[in-house]
């Protein structure tokens, strides 16, 4: 009899234990997956070699702004962006912002030049106000800063950039150039081309 109640409770048990079981743990759905294409594969690869540049230009960044006593991490971000889009050195348009402005947005002259990287308004018809956005300013500048690049070399490029190549009253084109150079760490600046 004993035996018959510890069957009879075993197969109880079974019974309810699998009710239990099968009402807790469904089968889940499957997942729908596409596999990735070679367009996705080399976009994904392009993406990792983008950020990588992206952040060694930040490293490159904030040491330069912390050598001069800047160290305001959106300034380090927007300048590390904008010089790797624009193929320009992160160093020098580090050191060009702090020749420039001393790292302050909101740096203007009486000659009309306004933000980070202190662009003429006039000359180049966009509003001081927005000159003063750290964003916009930082990448007006360094569109232009580019396309002197472009055209003349690093070193002719900020010749250029000081005022399309001429004197501006207080430093000479070259010596312009070269100031920025030594601020961004080349030990011959007057090698740059």
Known sequence: ?????????????????????????????????????PEDIIN?????????KYHMAEDVSRHIYAANGCEDEDL??????????????????S?????????????????????YMQVNSRVWNIPCEDLM????????GTKILSSYKKLHGLRGGLHHYLGMG???????????ATKVLTVAGYRHPELVQ
């Open 1 to 37: 009899m004993r035996i018959l109640v510890i069957v009879t409770s075993i197969i109880v048990f079974s019974a309810t234990a699998g009710s239990f079981i099968t009402a807790e743990f469904q089968v889940p759905q499957p997942l729908r997956v596409k596999a990735f294409s």
């Open 44 to 52: 994904q690869i392009s993406q990792e070699k983008l950020q990588k």
């Open 76 to 93: 380090i971000y927007i300048t590390a962006r904008k010089a790797v889009d624009h193929n320009i050195p992160a160093r020098v348009l």
């Open 95 to 115: 050191a060009l912002i702090f020749v420039e402005s001393s790292c302050h947005s909101q740096a203007s002259s009486k000659r009309y030049s306004c933000g």
């Open 133 to 140: 956005d750290p964003e916009r300013g930082i990448e007006e």
């Open 166 to 176: 001429t004197d501006d009253g207080t430093i000479s084109g070259d010596d312009y």
